[in-house]
């Protein structure tokens, strides 16, 4: 069965530190990866998603960035973290346009 | 980006009571999905729709694709106190991959 990680679970990092967060799919190939950002446990907003190795579409621009290295890989950076990028932030994959299944977070506290 | 409207905001009910939630679009959808989100966690799927019209449960949850595809609906029967958390719809078009999300309905299950 398919399952998908993330990590860390929990980060706090100051001001203009740099970013990153990961996530990987198991048991499944080539498929569609996504990064959301949730505020204040309501309101998903797509940042990123790939459809493929090296292939990524931004949906916000913001000072963050993605990356997907490998087919199950996906990488969510940040050279210079800001107070507003505070967040739920949830790895997501599809295989085909029917399903969605999320990851289970990272909390990310920037002060 | 494309709106969910998805009503209501929240939801404050007593056990036993029946749940009814619902989710337009200005566009036409080919699927409708429905998740609960538990604080702290990544949501989970619990209904997926492909078919204008179609109604599909699971357990106590009812989820209906509306005919106009521009719209669906969510019940939740007999509520527990562990149907406490977040439920967001989402829908996809035709055309690309992203998955739309409504602004969550947050359900209260008051003992």
């Known amino acids: 069965s398919q399952t998908i990680h993330q990590w860390p679970a929990t980060l706090v990092q100051p001001v203009g530190s740099p970013l990153s967060l990961e996530c990987t799919v198991e048991g499944t190939s080539n498929p569609n990866l996504y990064w959301y950002r949730q505020a204040a446990g309501r309101g998903l907003q797509l940042l990123f998603y790939s459809v493929g190795i090296g292939q990524i579409s931004s949906e916000v621009p913001q000072n963050l960035s993605a990356s997907r290295p490998q087919d199950r890989q996906f990488i969510l950076s940040s050279k210079k973290l800001l107070l507003s990028d505070s967040g739920f932030y949830l790895c997501?994959?599809?295989?085909?346009?029917?399903?969605?299944?999320f990851g289970p977070g990272t909390r990310l506290l920037v002060l | 980006g494309q709106q969910l409207n998805q009503s209501p905001q929240s939801m404050f009910i007593q056990e036993g009571e029946d749940v009814s939630m619902n989710c337009t679009s200005s566009s036409i959808f080919n699927t409708w999905l429905w998740y609960k989100q538990d604080p702290g966690e990544g949501p989970v799927l619990l209904i997926a729709l492909y078919k204008a019209g179609e109604l599909t449960s699971n357990g106590r949850l009812t989820a209906q694709f509306g005919i106009t595809r521009k719209d669906s609906f969510l019940n939740i029967s007999a509520s527990i106190p562990s149907d406490v958390g977040i439920y967001f719809c989402?829908?996809?078009?035709?055309?690309?991959?992203?998955?739309?999300f409504g602004t969550g309905t947050s359900l209260t299950v008051i003992p």
């Open positions: 997501a994959w599809s295989v085909t346009q029917e399903t969605q299944y």
């Open positions: 989402a829908g996809q078009m035709n055309t690309g991959n992203q998955f739309y």
